[in-house]
């Protein structure tokens, strides 16, 4: 079939408005939206960090310095490499894998219970009471936290008064707080991908699984944990991307001695004032997250289309 | 007021990609009819009446709807009017708003609508519904919804794509009186599609016999039966009991078939076979289970089997007797229970006997598998 | 075996008692500071049950203009992602086969890219586009609104779609072709059939957005230039600086939220309710008996307990003052801290008793006494301000009238008034003299 008998058959099984509507939207929103502000921020990330009146000049040409600079640091510093950006980019990293395995392991067993379950009033208030705190501001949420992890936060009150500690204890420095928050913030996005697979699983599978007298523990492993493995790799996935790009909770929570690396791009655009640093940051922080999504869904052999249901 | 028009499939081939369809269709259905396409599901008897309505064109080949060639002219435009599987009942419209949809896309008053509505309630007998929604309807409330939905549009030609499948015995057998009731009422012309003789065979001035896209066979219901095309034919409508073998000779309307495992018998030469049919091809013969019958005595002859009774079912109006000719062959017979208060004879071997004009040879082909 | 089903009983509640304390517990600590009179948002020590911190709120003009953005913000990005989501989902089911999981790659992308990534991008883009036609930076195209309802649609648009795939999933396509059949032409049956069964996603899909617009913060704030959204100023305020007025904000949201929860819930409840009767849903909804909705229906009976509780607070909150309590804490510190205060004093006196009865140096500290802490004496009856203030007051007022000030009037501003009488004690026969 061509593209021109492709187009007829569009218009003529859509109609000529609504064809046109449904075209011009998603172009719109794939190309404009989607595709074109990638393409231009990678673009960016490679130019000159120059003043706007030099832009578009002679001095205006393509240079990895930015990505020259997260791997080397600075010309003439006193390490061979950016021992600063580079640590926070892999904590990050490892912060976010972490926050994720905490999310699965709190949620899995809730997914399974609600999945398995037959409904009822009392199934539908806990998804319910699940659901809510979704709504409430990220921003809140977090806020939430330090009210009960600070200095003179809920915890060290009721610690101190009880005499069990002398000192409070500073959670935020520890990162208790922020990973706390991090996973409080995803927890949904990842039990209503898993709920939503083992719910579909036939309650007769377990009940032969328990019936050729398999443990817990083996049912599980062997007949529910495969069947909800694109529920599972789904959540881990959305968890991962959004604790590695979160902002709210790092700035509010986060201890001052260890950043961020959205927070190391945020201060590229919004203190330093170098917008293609800032691209180039944002640009690794993207690919390395897409690479470590797409290894982990070849690992578990899950497609992108599981993504998402 | 036989408002009926012809429709005509002349050389339809319908391809997607390398799969071939509909092979060659050459139907010519008159006005008025009530036309039945009959065949096993995925013999493409679906996608002939898609291409009657509209929703896709044929890959080759015209269909002709009052003679006018339909290509081209989407399925809005077409006089045609189709009743789906699953009915396709609009679920957020109420029941009368289903039916008069045709009228609002033309854009009349709501007012014409509520009273055309009611006259066709009235009409499928049920009055007093219209205000409710299709799912608060019954299985045969939303069958007849749908037929007065159908009808509404007042096409030249209906199309019905299996719509009494969802139906249980009782209602389906119900709705096939009262649909060839509505045909003959309103005289348009009907094609029917369905996997289910019964249907076809009851309801039908025509039927067609469709297996893997092509057409075997087009007839009045008493000849598909007593004298079908081919084998796939005679073993898909109607039960039939299968002897293969090669054709010994020919005596006129008479063939003498040599069967691998039940000796020589004698039928009647197919129509469709008389003119190609030679000593020495391979043949099938078809006696039906109705066609036999206990001999009085236990000579031998061309018209007679001898089988041991593996066992009887009791069905009401017959008896279905299961018994094993020689080398495992196996036979069915049906009696009609006439209170003749039988024995049964399961252990026992009998002599079976049929007339020769009730049976049928073909040259050998493909069966339906079921 | 049966010790076993115990166990995990055991285990299974204790463990939805630990979750939902986790997802439940900071919602709830954080709505009781905000009842708490202290200035830091803090549940314990509990002081005086105050609402002074809701007035705070509803003062505070950065909050409410960031309100006004989000929903100009939060009205846009609905339209946009609404529309663009359903076009995109649309899409989907006609894209053919060989695009399909590009496409869905492409879109579904918006989801897992991080936030930032989305709101930098955006940014530069239009930022680029903006310089490239060679317009002011302060045009439409800078601009915080269109900016951030474009950034908050990318990837909002993704979550619309999703909602619509599922719907999608469920449609008939057998209904369009029904009405195609009886001469509906594409745009009737695309707006008679499919857009009314499309019509409760639309809904969900059209929330949902609105709630994404209205939180997100990623991607904001990169884009909002100079229109902060509700979120932006909340980040603001937490990061530099906190008081329980945020606090306030928050009951005010999860009770929103919680009551927008309820009625969605007993909506779908009365049209199973309606299902499983087989009745019609309209049957159900005009015959409003109430007995027949509670039956069963936990939320509709918590929504109303709710709906009591919320009038009976609002009551109690015109008819209750903190003021009291909050005197009474503060006068109780007061004492509290003059105890200590009095305590040292003590000590420090019996210190100098003790000096004047062994050394030379009395008249030296005799005379700082007076002027120190041991004027209390001299002005018997008053609060502790009083207390505080006075010796200072004495000593810095006396030079001055003393000096150069001699014309002015003994009662001139606040403080004159205030300590009027105890100036009076020693400036008066100073004036005399002068006169």
Same mark, same amino acid.
């Given at each position: 079939?061509?593209?021109?008998?492709?187009?007829?058959?569009?218009?003529?099984?859509?109609?000529?408005?609504?064809?046109?509507?449904?075209?011009?939207?998603?172009?719109?929103?794939? @190309?404009?939206?989607?595709?074109?502000?990638?393409?231009?921020?990678?673009?960016?990330?490679?130019?000159?960090?120059?003043?706007?009146?030099?832009?578009?000049?002679?001095?205006?040409?393509?240079?990895? =310095?930015?990505?020259?600079?997260?791997?080397?640091?600075?010309?003439?510093?006193?390490?061979?490499?950016?021992?600063?950006?580079?640590?926070?980019?892999?904590?990050?990293?490892?912060?976010?894998?972490?926050?994720? *395995?905490?999310?699965?392991?709190?949620?899995?067993?809730? /997914?399974?219970?609600?999945?398995?379950?037959?409904?009822?009033?009392?199934?539908?208030?806990?998804?319910?009471?699940?659901? *809510?705190?979704?709504?409430?501001?990220?921003?809140?949420?977090?806020?939430?936290?330090?009210?009960?992890?600070?200095?003179?936060?809920? *915890?060290? =009150?009721?610690?101190?008064?009880?005499?069990?500690?002398?000192?409070?204890?500073?959670?935020?420095?520890?990162?208790?707080?922020?990973?706390?928050?991090?996973?409080?913030?995803?927890?949904?996005?990842?039990?209503?991908?898993?709920?939503?697979?083992? =719910?579909?699983?036939?309650?007769?599978?377990? =009940?032969?699984?328990?019936?050729?007298? /398999?443990?817990?523990?083996?049912?599980?492993?062997? @007949?529910?944990?495969?069947? /909800?493995?694109?529920?599972?790799?789904?959540?881990?996935?959305?968890?991962?991307?959004?604790?590695?790009?979160?902002?709210? /909770?790092?700035?509010?929570?986060?201890?001052?001695?260890?950043?961020?690396?959205?927070?190391?791009?945020?201060?590229?655009?919004?203190?330093?004032?170098?917008?293609?640093?800032?691209?180039?940051?944002?640009?690794?922080?993207?690919?390395?997250?897409?690479?470590?999504?797409?290894?982990?869904?070849?690992?578990?052999?899950?497609?992108?289309?599981?993504?998402?249901? | 007021?036989?408002?009926?028009?012809?429709?005509?499939?002349?050389?339809?081939?319908?391809?997607?990609?390398?799969?071939?369809?509909?092979?060659?269709?050459?139907?010519?259905?008159?006005?008025?009819?009530?036309?039945?396409?009959?065949?096993?599901?995925?013999?493409?008897?679906?996608?002939?009446?898609?291409?009657?309505?509209?929703?896709?064109?044929?890959?080759?080949?015209?269909?002709?709807?009052?003679? $006018?060639?339909?290509?081209?002219?989407?399925?809005?435009?077409?006089?045609?009017?189709?009743?789906?599987?699953?009915?396709?009942?609009?679920?957020?419209?109420?029941?009368?708003?289903?039916?008069?949809?045709?009228?609002?896309?033309?854009?009349?008053?709501?007012?014409?609508?509520?009273? $055309?509505?009611?006259?066709?309630?009235?009409?499928?007998?049920?009055?007093?519904?219209?205000?409710?929604?299709?799912?608060?309807?019954?299985?045969?409330?939303?069958?007849?919804?749908?037929?007065?939905?159908?009808?509404?549009?007042?096409?030249?030609?209906?199309?019905?794509?299996?719509?009494?499948?969802?139906?249980?015995?009782?209602?389906?057998?119900?709705? $096939?009186?009262?649909?060839?009731?509505?045909?003959? $009422?309103?005289?348009?012309?009907?094609?029917?599609?369905?996997?289910?003789?019964?249907?076809?065979?009851?309801?039908?001035?025509?039927?067609?016999?469709?297996?893997?896209?092509?057409?075997?066979?087009?007839?009045?219901?008493?000849?598909?039966?007593?004298?079908?095309?081919?084998?796939?034919?005679?073993?898909?409508?109607?039960?039939?009991?299968?002897?293969?073998?090669?054709?010994?000779?020919?005596?006129?309307?008479?063939?003498?078939?040599?069967?691998?495992?039940?000796?020589?018998?004698?039928?009647?030469?197919?129509?469709?076979?008389?003119?190609?049919?030679?000593?020495?091809?391979?043949?099938?013969?078809?006696?039906?289970?109705?066609?036999?019958?206990?001999?009085?005595?236990?000579?031998?002859?061309?018209?007679?089997?001898?089988?041991?009774?593996?066992?009887?079912?009791?069905?009401?109006?017959?008896?279905?007797?299961?018994?094993?000719?020689?080398?495992?062959?196996?036979?069915?017979?049906?009696?009609?229970?006439?209170?003749?208060?039988?024995?049964?004879a399961e252990g026992k071997d009998l002599t079976l006997e049929y007339a020769p004009e009730h049976a049928v040879v073909l040259p050998a082909g493909e069966l339906a598998s079921e | 075996m049966r010790s076993e089903g115990y166990l995990l009983k055991i285990f299974l509640v204790v463990y939805l008692l630990v979750f939902f304390g986790?997802?439940?517990?900071?919602?709830?600590?954080?709505?009781?500071?905000?009842?708490?009179?202290?200035?830091?948002?803090?549940?314990?020590?509990?002081? &005086?049950?105050?609402?002074?911190?809701?007035d705070v709120l509803a003062n505070d003009t950065r909050i409410l203009n960031g309100i006004k953005n989000s929903l100009i913000i939060g009205v846009g990005t609905v339209i946009l992602s609404v529309i663009l989501g359903l076009a995109g989902a649309l899409m989907l089911t006609q894209i053919w086969p060989k695009m399909r999981a590009?496409?869905? %790659?492409?879109?579904?992308?918006?989801?897992?890219?991080?936030?930032?990534?989305?709101?930098?991008?955006?940014?530069?883009?239009?930022?680029?586009?903006?310089?490239?036609?060679?317009?002011?930076?302060?045009?439409?195209?800078?601009?915080?609104?269109?900016?951030?309802?474009?950034?908050?649609?990318?990837?909002?648009?993704?979550? &619309?779609?999703?909602?619509?795939?599922?719907?999608?999933?469920?449609?008939?396509?057998?209904?369009?072709?029904?009405?195609?059949?009886?001469?509906?032409?594409?745009?009737?049956?695309?707006?008679?059939?499919?857009?009314?069964?499309?019509?409760?996603?639309?809904?969900?899909?059209?929330?949902?957005?609105?709630?994404?617009?209205?939180?997100?913060?990623?991607?904001?704030?990169?884009?909002?230039?100079?229109? #902060?959204?509700?979120?932006?100023?909340?980040?603001?305020?937490?990061?530099?600086?906190?008081?329980?007025?945020?606090?306030?904000?928050?009951?005010?949201?999860?009770?929103?939220?919680?009551?927008?929860?309820?009625?969605?819930?007993?909506?779908?409840?009365?049209?199973?309710?309606?299902?499983?009767?087989?009745?019609?849903?309209?049957?159900?909804?005009?015959?409003?008996?109430?007995?027949?909705?509670?039956?069963?229906?936990?939320?509709?009976?918590?929504?109303?307990?709710?709906?009591?509780?919320?009038?009976? %607070?609002?009551?109690?909150?015109?008819?209750?003052?903190?003021?009291? &309590?909050?005197?009474?804490?503060?006068?109780?510190?007061?004492?509290?801290?003059?105890?200590?205060?009095?305590?040292?004093?003590?000590?420090?006196?019996?210190?100098?008793?003790?000096?004047?009865?062994?050394?030379?140096?009395?008249?030296?500290?005799?005379?700082?006494? #007076?002027?120190?802490?041991?004027?209390?004496?001299?002005?018997?009856?008053?609060?502790?301000?009083?207390?505080?203030?006075?010796?200072?007051?004495?000593?810095?007022?006396?030079?001055?009238?003393?000096?150069?000030?001699?014309?002015?009037?003994?009662?001139?501003?606040?403080?004159?008034?205030?300590?009027?009488?105890?100036?009076?004690?020693?400036?008066?026969?100073?004036?005399?003299? %002068?006169?």
């Amino acid at each position: 079939m061509s593209a021109v008998q492709i187009l007829r058959n569009f218009f003529e099984k859509n109609g000529i408005g609504l064809g046109t509507f449904l075209l011009v939207a998603v172009f719109i929103w794939v @190309v404009i939206l989607i595709i074109l502000p990638q393409l231009s921020m990678l673009d960016f990330s490679f130019r000159h960090h120059l003043p706007p009146p030099e832009m578009g000049g002679p001095k205006d040409t393509y240079t990895i =310095e930015h990505y020259k600079y997260l791997v080397l640091g600075a010309p003439g510093a006193d390490t061979s490499y950016n021992v600063v950006d580079l640590g926070v980019f892999g904590r990050t990293l490892i912060a976010a894998v972490f926050v994720t *395995i905490l999310d699965l392991i709190l949620c899995y067993p809730l /997914a399974y219970y609600l999945g398995q379950s037959k409904g009822g009033g009392f199934i539908r208030v806990l998804v319910l009471l699940l659901i *809510i705190p979704y709504w409430i501001n990220e921003i809140l949420r977090a806020f939430a936290f330090r009210i009960i992890f600070g200095d003179s936060g809920l *915890i060290n =009150e009721v610690l101190l008064t009880f005499g069990l500690i002398n000192d409070p204890i500073d959670f935020i420095r520890a990162n208790v707080a922020l990973y706390a928050g991090l996973g409080y913030a995803y927890i949904l996005l990842m039990i209503f991908p898993i709920y939503n697979v083992i =719910e579909s699983l036939d309650r007769n599978q377990i =009940e032969a699984a328990r019936d050729m007298g /398999a443990p817990w523990w083996r049912i599980h492993w062997r @007949v529910v944990i495969p069947y /909800a493995k694109p529920g599972i790799s789904s959540g881990c996935t959305m968890v991962f991307m959004l604790s590695a790009g979160a902002l709210a /909770a790092p700035q509010i929570l986060g201890g001052p001695s260890s950043l961020w690396f959205t927070q190391i791009i945020y201060q590229w655009f919004n203190q330093g004032g170098n917008w293609p640093r800032g691209a180039a940051f944002a640009i690794v922080l993207l690919l390395t997250c897409i690479i470590i999504v797409l290894s982990m869904m070849r690992l578990f052999k899950v497609k992108i289309g599981d993504i998402g249901k | 007021m036989s408002r009926g028009v012809e429709v005509n499939l002349d050389n339809v081939w319908i391809r997607f990609g390398d799969f071939v369809a509909v092979r060659e269709a050459n139907v010519s259905i008159k006005g008025g009819e009530f036309f039945s396409f009959l065949g096993p599901s995925g013999c493409g008897k679906t996608t002939i009446l898609r291409a009657v309505s509209g929703f896709l064109e044929p890959s080759e080949g015209t269909v002709k709807i009052g003679g $006018r060639d339909m290509a081209g002219i989407g399925p809005n435009k077409r006089p045609t009017a189709l009743i789906f599987q699953n009915l396709a009942l609009f679920p957020l419209m109420k029941v009368w708003e289903n039916i008069t949809f045709s009228l609002e896309v033309q854009g009349f008053s709501k007012v014409d609508r509520r009273k $055309r509505a009611d006259e066709l309630l009235e009409m499928i007998a049920l009055p007093d519904q219209g205000d409710k929604l299709p799912s608060e309807l019954s299985g045969g409330q939303k069958q007849r919804v749908a037929i007065a939905r159908a009808l509404c549009a007042e096409p030249d030609v209906l199309l019905l794509d299996e719509p009494l499948s969802a139906l249980d015995l009782k209602l389906r057998q119900h709705m $096939r009186t009262e649909l060839r009731e509505i045909q003959q $009422r309103v005289g348009i012309t009907f094609i029917y599609i369905t996997h289910d003789q019964g249907e076809a065979l009851t309801m039908s001035d025509n039927v067609a016999v469709m297996r893997a896209g092509v057409i075997d066979q087009i007839a009045d219901g008493q000849t598909v039966y007593d004298d079908p095309a081919t084998p796939f034919v005679a073993s898909f409508v109607g039960e039939n009991n299968v002897f293969r073998g090669t054709v010994k000779s020919i005596d006129g309307e008479f063939a003498i078939v040599d069967t691998n495992r039940s000796g020589e018998l004698a039928a009647r030469i197919a129509t469709s076979a008389k003119s190609n049919l030679k000593v020495g091809d391979a043949a099938m013969m078809f006696v039906r289970p109705e066609a036999c019958n206990i001999a009085p005595d236990d000579a031998p002859g061309k018209n007679r089997l001898t089988a041991m009774v593996k066992h009887e079912e009791f069905e009401g109006q017959i008896y279905n007797v299961f018994l094993e000719g020689s080398e495992g062959k196996e036979i069915k017979m049906s009696l009609v229970n006439i209170g003749q208060n039988r024995q049964s004879a399961e252990g026992k071997d009998l002599t079976l006997e049929y007339a020769p004009e009730h049976a049928v040879v073909l040259p050998a082909g493909e069966l339906a598998s079921e | 075996m049966r010790s076993e089903g115990y166990l995990l009983k055991i285990f299974l509640v204790v463990y939805l008692l630990v979750f939902f304390g986790y997802l439940l517990g900071p919602l709830i600590v954080m709505s009781i500071t905000a009842f708490n009179s202290p200035s830091f948002p803090k549940m314990t020590p509990w002081e &005086c049950l105050t609402f002074e911190w809701f007035d705070v709120l509803a003062n505070d003009t950065r909050i409410l203009n960031g309100i006004k953005n989000s929903l100009i913000i939060g009205v846009g990005t609905v339209i946009l992602s609404v529309i663009l989501g359903l076009a995109g989902a649309l899409m989907l089911t006609q894209i053919w086969p060989k695009m399909r999981a590009t496409y869905y %790659t492409i879109v579904i992308a918006p989801i897992l890219i991080p936030g930032v990534v989305l709101g930098i991008s955006t940014l530069v883009f239009w930022d680029r586009i903006n310089v490239m036609l060679g317009f002011e930076t302060d045009s439409f195209l800078n601009n915080g609104i269109f900016l951030t309802i474009l950034g908050q649609s990318t990837f909002i648009a993704s979550y &619309c779609m999703l909602v619509f795939i599922a719907r999608l999933q469920r449609f008939d396509t057998g209904l369009t072709e029904a009405a195609l059949d009886l001469g509906a032409t594409n745009v009737q049956a695309f707006r008679k059939i499919l857009l009314p069964f499309m019509k409760p996603a639309i809904g969900s899909a059209a929330v949902l957005a609105f709630l994404a617009s209205f939180e997100n913060y990623n991607t904001t704030t990169f884009t909002f230039g100079k229109f #902060p959204t509700l979120t932006i100023e909340l980040a603001q305020k937490v990061r530099y600086g906190i008081n329980p007025s945020i606090s306030s904000l928050a009951f005010i949201i999860i009770v929103l939220t919680v009551i927008g929860a309820l009625a969605h819930e007993i909506y779908i409840r009365r049209q199973q309710l309606a299902l499983a009767n087989g009745a019609p849903v309209k049957a159900v909804a005009n015959g409003f008996k109430l007995p027949r909705i509670f039956q069963g229906n936990p939320a509709a009976i918590i929504l109303v307990l709710l709906a009591l509780g919320g009038f009976s %607070t609002i009551w109690f909150a015109q008819v209750y003052s903190p003021q009291e &309590c909050i005197l009474d804490v503060r006068e109780q510190k007061r004492i509290l801290q003059q105890q200590k205060i009095d305590e040292i004093r003590q000590q420090r006196l019996q210190q100098q008793q003790q000096k004047k009865l062994q050394g030379p140096d009395i008249f030296g500290s005799d005379k700082k006494a #007076p002027s120190g802490s041991g004027s209390a004496p001299q002005s018997p009856g008053k609060g502790a301000f009083g207390d505080i203030f006075a010796p200072k007051n004495l000593e810095k007022t006396a030079p001055d009238s003393q000096q150069d000030s001699k014309p002015k009037n003994p009662g001139k501003g606040a403080f004159g008034d205030i300590f009027a009488p105890k100036n009076l004690d020693k400036t008066g026969p100073q004036e005399n003299t %002068t006169d």
